[in-house]
């Protein structure tokens, strides 16, 4: 602690955690032995911050147009496994000659968004299996979450294993089971009217997909949409011009039913105490760290317990500003792993309800992230001056709110970009709140 008008300097364990009985004892010999006049300014980066890690029950990942794949072993909370279920529609060709047209093949065809996280340089697999049960949401919710899943046939009905080059538009073609291909082309020459439509197809033919992969090393992102990013294809050919390639599309359908569900496995880490039934561990017993990983089920909650002790510094405060300074850990991000762009923080109820974004003197607080991957030494700021005023005057416990960051959407929803923040004491701490004051003795 700092006074800035008179320049003397006072001892910073007056408001090292803003301690009470530290205040009490000390405020009379503050008054009358340094200042001299009847107010002064405080400069104050000692507040304590309490860092914890909390369990999201659930995030949507329904409708968002991307499928997610693969298995990532990150090194800080564990290893992520990501699979994807999808509904496909009527054949686009309805019609076909059962006297001059012969069977090829099925497969499935995705295209890849160029999103990525793991290990490049290996080879990547894409096995695909047939839903036992129709996709469909659960009473009273309108989405489907990461946390979601539906029975299939734990037989593959096809596989594909080979690289990926994810800044390439290359498309996988994933060569499907000839029995279902056959059983489709059938019923296209000979019960068209049993899959003209989408519910028709889907209830006599196909409940629908789930796309998973076995490969450890990476996780990659496909299109997912209703267009031409994902779908099946039937290959056939006449007997008539046999160098005519035919082909027949099952686009996907119910978009809003599309969904990724991720796994996450943190046994061999500190993060595995956090869960469903112990949704909130201090960074004390994560080794000092906390992370915000949403598909993994992982948010950073912050609480300033002592702040109401700034009331003890004299007998009126009056808050200046306040600045949360934000610092991610030291590799916890690269290039190709990169820090993102805003870092949103609300306030909260319970472990995780958001009340509401934070604003300060310039909007929403998004973190005025400053990027240096050079010396590792980015850094996300914010203006918590008049959340610092409303926590001095809440009128109780409950009134009061605690913060936590978050990822814009649709980062939040669809990426497994994550942010480490490691709160160990040191020079340049990885959390730190300051904050200036006039404190009027008189």
């Not at 009490?24 to 104050?44: A, E």
Request: charged share 10%; hydrophobic share 35%.
């Amino acid at each position: 602690m700092k006074i800035l008008k008179k320049k003397y300097a006072v001892t910073a364990l007056i408001v090292l955690n803003i301690l009470a009985t530290s205040c009490s004892n000390t405020q009379s010999d503050i008054g009358n032995t340094f200042f001299q006049s009847h107010s002064n300014i405080l400069s104050i980066d000692t507040v304590t911050v309490n860092m914890s890690t909390v369990y999201l029950d659930s995030v949507r990942t329904s409708g968002m147009g991307i499928a997610l794949l693969g298995s990532y072993d990150d090194s800080v909370y564990g290893i992520n496994q990501s699979s994807t279920y999808l509904q496909l529609g009527a054949p686009s060709v309805q019609s076909i000659s059962s006297v001059t047209s012969v069977y090829d093949s099925l497969c499935f065809v995705l295209l890849p968004n160029r999103y990525y996280v793991g290990d490049t340089t290996q080879n990547f697999n894409v096995t695909v299996y047939r839903l036992n049960q129709l996709l469909g949401l659960n009473p009273n919710e309108a989405v489907l979450f990461n946390t979601s899943s539906f029975n299939y046939n734990p037989a593959p009905i096809g596989s594909w294993t080979g690289r990926l080059y994810p800044h390439l538009k290359d498309t996988v073609s994933v060569r499907l089971s000839d029995q279902l291909g056959n059983t489709l082309f059938s019923a296209i020459e000979f019960s068209p009217d049993r899959l003209s439509t989408n519910n028709l197809f889907i209830n006599n033919y196909l409940d629908g997909l789930m796309l998973s992969s076995n490969t450890s090393s990476a996780i990659y992102g496909f299109l997912a949409s209703g267009d031409t990013s994902a779908y099946m294809r039937l290959f056939y050919h006449s007997n008539l011009n046999a160098k005519a390639e035919l082909y027949t599309d099952f686009y996907l359908t119910n978009n809003s039913l599309q969904f990724n569900h991720i796994s996450t496995n943190s046994n061999n880490t500190p993060f595995a105490q956090i869960n469903s039934n112990n949704k909130m561990v201090n960074a004390v017993q994560t080794n000092r760290r906390s992370v915000l990983q949403p598909l993994s089920n992982y948010a950073i909650r912050l609480s300033f317990p002592y702040l109401q002790n700034l009331e003890h510094l004299g007998r009126y405060v009056k808050i200046i500003s306040a600045q949360l300074t934000i610092r991610p850990e030291a590799g916890t991000y690269t290039f190709n792993r990169p820090l993102p762009s805003s870092l949103p923080i609300c306030a909260i109820e319970n472990y995780y309800t958001v009340l509401d974004s934070l604003t300060g003197s310039n909007g929403v607080e998004h973190g005025n992230p400053v990027m240096d991957h050079v010396y590792n030494n980015s850094a996300y700021t914010y203006d918590l001056t008049q959340y610092v005023i409303n926590q001095l005057q809440a009128a109780n416990d409950y009134s009061k709110n605690d913060l936590m960051l978050t990822f814009p959407y649709p980062s939040f929803n669809t990426t497994f970009q994550q942010f480490v923040v490691n709160n160990k004491l040191s020079a340049n701490p990885g959390i730190q709140l300051s904050i200036q004051a006039v404190v009027f003795t008189e």
